[in-house]
């Protein structure tokens, strides 16, 4: 099926990139990016240098090069691989014509150029992906054919001068080989943090005539010449290895082992192992559309970024705003995280969103120190948080690009739902998983320090007899020092109520685990006290009696009442930052991104009429400036039965990277780079919108609602350690217990069923 001009999908699992255009390849290279969670590798050519935006990024390996941004290191490229004839060296985009191809279901990219030469024509094929089963472990297979004879150079090296955002992370770097296969030795700048990435080959046709090593400042290459004949092709297996010494004691010695292991495995064998990896993964996660091709494909697109982005294999590292794809947003986490990427693997693996969450536990520390430096008690986690929950977010964020001044904003300082965020995503973790266990172990102390630092940020105004919370940013990040942002209070509240009931339950029913947490964090009689009055107290921004809106925050409704596009028009500059202190928005109900709609969709404690009058208000005063905004309206239009728009907006979210509609600089900063907030929300989109699917007290409910063209959705769902597998098509939906432990309650539309036993099958018309 053809997407545009050069995009196409055959089996809604490959993306075809026919004719690529250099002006894009910042964008192919996110979108194509071989990933597994420890790295990722961009989807640029093999041939492509600094320029061409080539990188590796590897987790755990932050760095604070210029003094100025902590953020992960790029490491050299072990995988580059260049063909010279005669005094050209080819280049893909430059010399020949290049598809590109990828295979999100195994994380196979592929690459083929033809280039017509003086003698005839020389192809290259392809292939690569990041090991799902050596972390890492990079494998490409590189494939060249010639229709004449041909001696040609084959330069196959480490690449050590790399793309980054924020200064030179890597200050010594010294190379070296042991016969052919090649090491680069690195200290980061400012973590001094030891990393090694190894480069080798297998070479299997052609004739050598020739090998020599190139060495540079930061570059090392074994240069083969290789005589070809007329029809005959010749195999480069391309394998790199990488390694910090956050993952291995000594990194060097790591990446000879697993580069040998890996070349003596060759490309094949390692390629059969990681499909069975992806195999498990896709098993439990993908999401089957029948009726739209193109939906398909980008939501199995959106559902892969969601999966590499995540270090499954560690609970103390964050999934980065733009996962491994690149620096931006320095490889950590923000609220993200709990609302959007995580959703997708509490039902899907819950297993790695508890290790999610254990990330926030052991960044604790972070989140104290946080607190203390400005002045309050418990965790108020970081807004940008890396390897230690210490805040990242530098105070000058964009730049006013108009006077070329720096922008003070306060997403660091006066962002505070980020802590009630990872509550709610705590406690939806219990109800979800009945992992009671993860509450006593981690839960608990990160709930009642949330609950601490809310109590201690909360103002009591003595004339209202109410807790407020003040000087605020709520999601909608145009607004800053707003007063009782609805969003926050109310997942404040919800925070505190889970604090206190965790704090009686845990004093009834484990006495001695609840003394250790309360002798650990110090927490006093009187704390519950204040947390009980202001559970009771905390001031909720209630709908209006007759127009049933809730205001944003106080003051809302007086600002000028335009609209985006108006606003447009006001720009001097079109990349001004339309945020505090004196953007366009600023003075204007104009807001960036969902707000009162993101409230919505977390809880479900209003009525109809509010949804509908708050949708009709605050939708056409939102730009979605940012990509976390229009799955949330998505999921809103579903509630409310306009199934036309959520579908629009569905397509809005789950496009964003694929077409690169939003904005790679704002500003004047770098936020290109995969969107994984809206990766992960796509799961959502489709599973809590299209599908209706939510937690009820005592079990699941689904009110189905598909758009016109979806002929059938199906998906799994693991519920309190019980898997079903939900197939829904315009009238009916069928529930299939895959693995079940107990009697799982689902309610549909209203009605109530069970479902108890292996392969017992539910059909329901809705
Ligand atoms: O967390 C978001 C925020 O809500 C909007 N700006 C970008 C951040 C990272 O995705």
Redesign the pocket.
Known sequence: MKLNETMSTENGWNLNIEKIDQSKMITYGSNLLCGNGYLGYRGTLLEGRKEDYVACIVTDTYDRADGKWRELANLPNGLFTEVKVGQKVLNGIKDGATTLSFNFENGVMQRKTDYKLQGGILKITSSRFASFKQLNTLVASYQIKTDHNLTLKLRLGIDGEVWNLNGEHLAKTTFNNESDTLYCQAITTESKLEIAVASGYNLDGGIIRDKSFIRKDKELYLDITLQLEAGEKCIVERIMTVNSANDCEKPLKNVQKSIEFALDKGYQSLLAAHNLVWQRIWSKSDIKIKGNLEDQLALRFNLYHNIIATPAHSERLPIG?RGLSCQA?QGSA???QEIFNLPMFLYTRPEIARNILKYRYHTLAGARKKATNLGYRGAFFAWISGKTGEELCPAYFFRDVISGRKIHNHFNDWQIHVSPDIAYAVWNYYLATDDWEFILNFGAELIFEIARFLSAHSYYKKDKDRFEFIRLLG?D?YHENVDNNAFTNYQAQFAMEKALYIYYRLKEDAPDIFKKIKDKINLKVFEITNWQEMAEKIYLPEPAEDSKLIEQFTGYFSLEDTTPNVLESRLIDKNEYWGWPNGVAVETQVI??ADLIQLFCLHDIFPKEVLEANYDYYEPRTQHG???SPSQYAIIACKLGNIKEAYQYFKKSVLIDIYNTNKAVSGGTF?GGI?T?AAGAAWQVVVKGFAGFRLRKNGISFSPNLPEMWQELSFNIVYQNNHLNIIINQEELKIRAIEIYNKVEIEVNKRCYQISGVDKVLKIKY
Do not use: C, G
């Open positions: 705003a947003y923000f609220w993200d999601p990040e960036k991104q940012s990509s976390l936020i969107h907030a």
